[in-house]
Nanobody
């Protein structure tokens, strides 16, 4: 049984930093596609960052470039999203996701597609106050 468990969410103020973690079990994240999605209130879920472990290629949505970093630790089978200089518009529920089909977006510069990710975490809330 595959499980992804996020942690690290919370309430912060503009300008602060936060690191989200996503611990996987029942599935090796060492050779697959990893992604973080965000869903803000009344908005569609959007892909924030993606890491294609086969090539090392990383994608970031424009709002995340220069502030967020996606990474993973094979030994811990855990992926991370380091978020710096948080903005109010970063508020939302963050979901980690993994899947191999996402590889078709590798190197394209296109955002990840939710449908390409097979396994999802339960989400962790990030609230950034002005």
């Amino acid at each position: 049984q595959v499980q992804l468990v996020e942690s690290g969410g919370g309430s912060l103020q503009v300008g602060e930093s936060l690191r989200l973690s996503c611990a996987a079990s029942g599935y090796s994240i060492g050779s697959t596609c990893l992604a973080w999605f965000r869903q803000a209130p009344d908005q569609e879920r959007e892909g924030v960052a993606t890491l294609y472990t086969g090539t090392g290629y990383k994608y970031y949505t424009d709002s995340a470039k220069g502030r967020f970093t996606i990474s993973h630790d094979n030994a811990k089978n855990t992926m991370y999203l380091q978020m710096n200089r948080l903005k109010h518009e970063d508020t939302g529920r963050y979901y980690c996701a993994v899947g191999k089909i996402g590889a078709r977006q590798d190197g394209t510069g296109e955002p990840p597609l939710s449908a390409d990710y097979q396994y999802w975490g339960q989400g962790t809330q990030v609230t950034v106050s002005e």
